[in-house]
């Protein structure tokens, strides 16, 4: 008979292999935007930092611009990634689920490490880069720096997509599958030009995983919006047309957009924050 301290060992080790088995199974759109979403974010974001730091990222948007999906292509090969890429909200409990604690250490202890990465991790990601960012800068090493700064960019962007916030991640529990994609992918790549962005100006975020959360909570309250939006332009239609998206557009823009200004208001305000946290250094212009 097993000890409890071995039972519990077992059971853990089995809960990891959930939780790895999830992260295989997830429908393969789930995840942050598409291409040409991400580069919205971080071209935009460029523009609400301030003088002092925007040479150095406009010597460097070419570089940003192309890595920013780095973790998006990481997991074609190593699928475990996707962990770091989504936080299922309704696993704990209701809105504004208060349950989850927004330390890590609180929140393993509560739940276990198993529990947490089956469903997401996306939060405690943002304030791992945003401190890695910080130490690459106070440290000089600007090589680092760039790519830490594009690999944020792409987890702040993924925090503010609502698909990213619920375990409904594509759709497909509702009778919706494909949403992510028609909502987060087709209708920028469609509909971009038309798009009024406004991102404000960057400002130092005090606790960056804290504020990581606010951004997933206020992604996760559009949700029920865009599955009724989806529906409805979907109706009397035999398939995804372009009156379709046309309709979806007209129903669905102003939040796609606001999400989009969102992200590149934190985007920007998060390489501020690592930039003062790290004592203001002087920025290479290259």
């Not at 604690?101 to 198993?114: D, I, L, N, Q």
């Not at 239609?237 to 009156?243: A, H, M």
Request: proline content about 6%; aromatic content about 12%; glycine content about 6%.
């Amino acid at each position: 008979m097993l000890r409890p301290a071995d039972r519990r060992a077992s059971w853990e080790l089995t809960a990891l292999a959930a939780a790895v088995l999830l992260s295989l199974l997830l429908p393969a759109g789930a995840s942050a935007w598409g291409e040409k979403g991400n580069k919205l974010i971080v071209s935009s974001a460029l523009g609400t930092l301030p003088q002092e730091m925007r040479p150095f990222f406009e010597a460097n948007r070419d570089f940003l611009l192309q890595h920013v999906t780095g973790p998006k292509e990481t997991v074609a090969k190593n699928p475990a990634e996707r962990k770091n890429q989504f936080l299922f909200l309704e696993r704990y409990g209701r809105f504004p689920f208060d349950s989850l604690p927004r330390s890590y250490k609180a929140a393993v202890a509560k739940f276990s490490r198993a529990k947490l990465e089956a469903n997401g991790l996306l939060p405690w990601q943002i304030g791992v880069y945003s401190e890695k960012l910080t130490n690459a800068m106070r440290a000089g090493k600007w090589d680092e720096a760039r790519e830490n700064a594009a690999l944020l960019a792409y987890y702040v962007g993924a925090a503010h997509d609502p698909f990213n916030t619920t375990d409904n991640q594509d759709g497909q529990l509702s009778g919706q599958a494909g949403l992510s994609l028609r909502f987060g992918t087709n209708l920028i790549e469609r509909y971009a030009s038309f798009f009024p962005l406004r991102p404000n100006d960057a400002i130092f975020v005090n606790e960056p995983t804290e504020q990581a959360f606010e951004a997933c909570l206020s992604a996760h309250s559009w949700l029920e919006t865009i599955l009724l939006a989806d529906r409805n332009s979907r109706r009397g239609l035999p398939s995804y047309t372009d009156e379709y998206y046309d309709r979806f557009f007209n129903q669905a823009a102003a939040i796609l957009i606001r999400q989009i200004s969102d992200s590149a208001t934190d985007v920007g305000s998060y390489w501020y924050t690592a930039w003062v946290n790290a004592g203001k250094p002087a920025l290479p212009q290259h």
